[in-house]
């Protein structure tokens, strides 16, 4: 069994994590689900609760780390898996309001650094989520910018180390690259 | 002639609009232009207005109706008969700013529920026009982010349902979905 | 050598430029960058360095024109040269800040007017770089609805008297025009 790293991305309500769900269940492997959500008010709690629901908790393992991404991956990823991380966008969300509040955007390249250089070096099927935020006009505040910015800078990032990538727009699939090993 | 069932999104100003009346105008059919618009201001009325003048009016029989989409196409589209709506983000618009302010996100599902349940029993073609609002920052009130999870849930009820899917970008046609029948 | 007219265009942080930089170093012809960019605060000084530092300035000549793109692209394109534009998305934001405040929507056409009738003429390579901005909830304010209507315009015109059209997404390109001359 070779290692296979794939992003899937799109935007909110894309049907990204669903097409996500469908890879991970094709591979046949033993399936994680890395949920990096974090529930900071009862919205959040329901769309958590709703993401669980919708994908049937038939065989999958959860495990759920909002911050130390690269680590939990280099533990979990290995032979015969596959991962399933839904999604970087909350992850690099929790990465940029983990810091101090005028700082955000300096938390973020040690923790993208750190993420990219693990990819390469796991085993297994690992299945990455993401979303695209830089469609729209320039947002009116700096956090919103500096994170349109972080998003779209690890994106090109994670989809360098890829083999492949898929772009989904209203639940259907379009292939950027794939050049499986 | 056998039914067809066309989705075209894209973003704001991308072309879609124009794309989805070439193809409406390339099925050779009798043509009906199903306008979603309401006017709740002056520069909706504007922007009514210089959507009518740019469709020029060469043909097109012209049915405005901001609410019951479903019932008007049961009884509009036919065998010879090509419908364009547009667009069903207006339509979604009208169905959420229809109900009280505190639960517009749950006027929301019976509608579309019966508009996607409609349309593969339509005979004719029809061609559905779209918005994509979801490739942007996470706006900041909640009607917003309700809306924005509604229209992107209902790209992808419809999408499913039709034969093909196109996304306009810049004026340019992608091929997302074709099962022509 | 043939003249052609390439546009780029993709989400903020998409990887568009870099991938414009490479078309226009893969010409082999003399490279200008030509820079459309204002800084009006320490926020955009800073994006403008970066942007220098990022394209290596090996063998660019670089000239910053913030609004006569057009008589600058007559003067400038040539036989044997590549002009890269980045972007037309500053350059219009320049435009319509330009005119009075009321009014900013009236000084788009005429210039995008120009522009386009420009483009044609062009000898030599040219390489347009531009923002998708419509992809999002519709702006609060009327600017942004403003500039986001006249964006979505001047892509699908640049893009229709253009010979080639990719957009890119994650650093990825996705042909959606290819009519090389």
């Excluded at 909110?12 to 990096?36: F, M, N, Q, V």
């Excluded at 130390?68 to 940029?96: F, K």
């Excluded at 994106?155 to 499986?180: F, I, Y």
Aim: aromatic share 4%.
């Amino acid at each position: 069994m070779t290692a296979s790293l794939t992003l899937v991305i799109g935007g909110a309500r894309s049907g990204k994590s669903r097409h996500a769900e469908a890879l991970a269940c094709g591979t046949g492997l033993d399936r994680i689900y890395l949920a990096t959500a974090t529930a900071w008010d009862d919205e959040m709690r329901a769309r958590i609760a709703a993401h669980r629901d919708a994908r049937a908790a038939d065989g999958w393992r959860t495990i759920e780390e909002p911050l130390a991404l690269a680590a939990v991956l280099e533990r979990e990823a290995g032979p015969g898996r596959t991962v399933l991380v839904d999604c970087l966008t909350l992850w690099l969300t929790n990465v940029m309001l983990g810091g101090a509040p005028d700082r955000a955007a300096e938390a973020v390249e040690p923790a993208c650094r750190d993420l990219v250089a693990a990819l390469p070096r796991l085993a297994g099927a690992v299945v990455l989520v993401s979303n695209e935020v830089g469609w729209g006009i320039v947002p009116d505040n700096r956090l919103a910018r500096d994170f349109r910015d972080a998003q779209g800078r690890l994106n090109q990032r994670v989809a360098e180390v890829c083999d492949r990538v898929v772009l989904v727009t209203a639940g259907l699939p379009l292939s950027l690259k794939d050049v499986s090993r």
